[in-house]
Every structure is written in C-alpha cells, then in structure tokens.
C-alpha cells in the first residue's frame, strides 16, 4: 500500500480513538447511582480573582458510593466553593462542617435514570457524528491521491478499508454506550 494511503488510514483512526475518548470523558460526567469526583467536573471557583476548576483548589474524593467529600487546601474557599457547588445546579446540598465538604448523593429516581440515559445516548449520537465526518473526510483525501498518481484499485482498498475502522469504532460507541445504560439503570 502507498504510504500516503497509509497515512490517511493511520489519520483517520487517531481521530476516530480520540472521538471515542472524548465520549468516555463525556460520559463519566453523566451521572449514574454512584458518587464520583467527575460530577463536580467543569465546576470553577473564584480563586483570587480568577477562574479556577474545582479540582485545582481542593482534593475531591469518595470515601463510600453515596458521598463525595470535598477538601480544599486554603480553608478559607470553602463557602466559596459550597456557592459554587450550589449554582451548578447539580441537585447536591453540600453540608460544610468547617474543614470538609460532605455531599451525600442521592439515590436516582426512575424518571432521572431515563433522562440520564437519555443525556448519554445523545453524547453517543454526538461521537457517531464526528466518526462519520472523519470517514467524510478521509474518503475525500482518498480521491485526491487519484491526483497524485496512486492506482484507483488501491484508493478503492483504501475507501474500504476506512469503512472497516469507521465500522469499528461505531461498534465501539455503542458497547460503551450499552455498559454506560447498564450501569446508570442498575439500582
């Protein structure tokens, strides 16, 4: 196989491993039956002024499946970060005992477990998208190596061989999406 080819297959499944990725990080957020440190991701703190992530200011960790504490090293944040964690709107009321925040996750209704499986199909569907855009765009790479004297026999192999990985990494996503769904309805 000519090395261009090569070199727009490899492309190709470095973007298509990096969509996966993405929709794995994605999907920790979503929250299941379980506390973890992901579902305060994304929540910042003003820190002296400026926008600092939680997870930079603070040790957060789980010592059991229903609570998340959170430690922050300057003491002085804690109401900050108790205001922090209220306007997230994440459904926590964290309790403030001074030195810790203790944040008891509730249980997950039924009606929240389908909105929860719901959130993760669309972060699937999102992932399917960009695959299928890195499909287009390696399919049209393809033809231009007709440009470049490579034999249509081999751009045929190379178009097919993209459709293989594009296959693959579909079938990917939706494993991961079908572990996430087991995971969040599992009581």
């Given at each position: 196989m000519n090395p261009l080819s090569i070199q727009v297959i490899e492309q190709a499944k470095n973007?298509?491993?990096?969509?996966?990725?993405?929709?794995?990080?994605e999907l920790a957020k979503v929250r299941t039956g379980k506390a973890s440190p992901q579902m305060l991701e994304g929540i910042k703190i003003d820190y002296y002024g400026t926008l600092t992530a939680l997870d930079q200011v603070a040790n957060i960790n789980t010592p059991d499946a229903r609570q998340i504490i959170v430690q922050p090293w300057d003491k002085s944040l804690l109401n900050t970060i108790d205001k922090a964690i209220m306007n997230a709107n994440?459904?926590?009321?964290?309790?403030?005992?001074?030195?810790?925040?203790?944040?008891?996750?509730?249980?997950l209704t039924e009606e929240r477990r389908k909105e929860m499986v719901k959130k993760a199909k669309v972060e699937a569907e999102n992932a399917r998208v960009v695959?299928?855009?890195?499909?287009?765009?390696?399919?049209?790479?393809?033809?231009?190596?007709?440009?470049?004297?490579?034999?249509?026999?081999?751009?045929?192999?190379?178009?097919?061989?993209?459709?293989?990985?594009?296959?693959?990494?579909?079938?990917?996503?939706?494993?991961?999406?079908?572990v996430k769904e087991k995971d969040i309805m599992t009581v």
């Amino acid at each position: 196989m000519n090395p261009l080819s090569i070199q727009v297959i490899e492309q190709a499944k470095n973007d298509m491993q990096s969509a996966v990725t993405h929709l794995e990080h994605e999907l920790a957020k979503v929250r299941t039956g379980k506390a973890s440190p992901q579902m305060l991701e994304g929540i910042k703190i003003d820190y002296y002024g400026t926008l600092t992530a939680l997870d930079q200011v603070a040790n957060i960790n789980t010592p059991d499946a229903r609570q998340i504490i959170v430690q922050p090293w300057d003491k002085s944040l804690l109401n900050t970060i108790d205001k922090a964690i209220m306007n997230a709107n994440l459904g926590f009321n964290p309790q403030n005992n001074g030195e810790v925040l203790r944040i008891n996750v509730p249980a997950l209704t039924e009606e929240r477990r389908k909105e929860m499986v719901k959130k993760a199909k669309v972060e699937a569907e999102n992932a399917r998208v960009v695959i299928r855009n890195i499909r287009r765009s390696a399919n049209e790479t393809a033809k231009k190596l007709d440009k470049m004297n490579v034999p249509e026999d081999e751009i045929k192999i190379l178009e097919k061989e993209i459709q293989n990985q594009t296959d693959a990494y579909i079938a990917r996503i939706e494993k991961i999406l079908e572990v996430k769904e087991k995971d969040i309805m599992t009581v």
